[in-house]
């Protein structure tokens, strides 16, 4: 098995290198043609590799996509270090970092408050949160183009957490749009119903929302209302954290981002 798996990198890498013919990739894999044949399609299938119009094969964009992703969450929590660690010091709450990764929501940084509410928070760096029942989740849903939304959604199993959980579709689409509209998302203890949050949107040098800045407490220590008041600062941090990675915002009077699902955010 080991030995088919470093054949099939291998194919990849000459993939990359030049358009492999079906012979030529058999020749790579030590296999028959079928069989040669079998795994393309199964590379083929998960974007690894292309085939062309020749009837070749070449690199795909799944292997380009990873490494893009890999590199953005490096270069994203790097970036944004600074400014999740001077909103925290500016606000006393908890700030989040949060980016989709594969079909997933997961927290790639935290800096945790100094009160209590620190030590009450489930949230932790690596960890996946609900990409349906959380601020964070859902700017980063509001702002994906329609059909990767439909495409992630599609899989979710809507569970009621609290009674504030959007707990289907329909209710949660209203919400997204209502996200878009205003540019900024609310927690209200959609979870964990003890818990607030306010996020707003990270994009990068395409305009594209690829992460969530956010803001978080327990309810005893701020209310939601308590928390929004501080969205000038988290829309000003994300802002910040967006030019650091090459966005430019437009002038005004042009529709911000490079999708239609993108409208100026105002608070």
Request: aromatic share 4%; net charge negative.
């Amino acid at each position: 098995m080991s030995q088919s798996i470093r054949r099939a990198i291998d194919l990849i890498r000459r993939s990359a290198e030049h358009p492999l013919s079906l012979t030529e990739a058999a020749d790579v894999l030590g296999v028959h043609k079928s069989t040669a044949l079998r795994i393309l399609q199964t590379l083929e299938s998960a974007r690894f590799v292309r085939r062309t119009g020749a009837g070749t094969y070449v690199l795909g964009s799944g292997l380009i996509e990873l490494s893009e992703l890999a590199l953005g969450s490096m270069d994203l929590r790097q970036f944004a270090a600074a400014h999740l660690r001077a909103l925290q010091r500016e606000t006393g709450h908890t700030v989040h970092l949060a980016q989709l990764t594969g079909d997933e929501i997961i927290y790639i940084d935290k800096v945790d408050s100094q009160a209590f509410d620190a030590v009450k928070l489930p949230s932790r760096v690596g960890r996946a949160v609900s990409i349906y029942a959380s601020a964070v989740g859902k700017t980063i849903l509001a702002y994906l183009p329609a059909e990767e939304r439909d495409r992630l959604l599609s899989h979710v199993v809507y569970e009621r957490f609290t009674d504030t959980t959007y707990a289907d579709r329909d209710s949660l689409e209203a919400e997204l749009v209502h996200i878009r509209e205003q540019g900024w998302a609310t927690d209200n203890g959609e979870h964990d119903a003890y818990v607030m949050c306010v996020a707003a949107p990270i994009r990068d040098s395409r305009g594209r929302v690829i992460a969530a800045a956010s803001i978080t407490a327990i309810e005893v220590i701020a209310s939601l209302d308590e928390l929004k008041s501080n969205l000038p600062l988290l829309l000003d941090t994300a802002n910040q954290i967006s030019r650091e990675l090459g966005f430019t915002p437009p002038s005004s009077g042009e529709p911000e981002g490079v999708d239609d699902n993108r409208p100026t955010a105002t608070v």
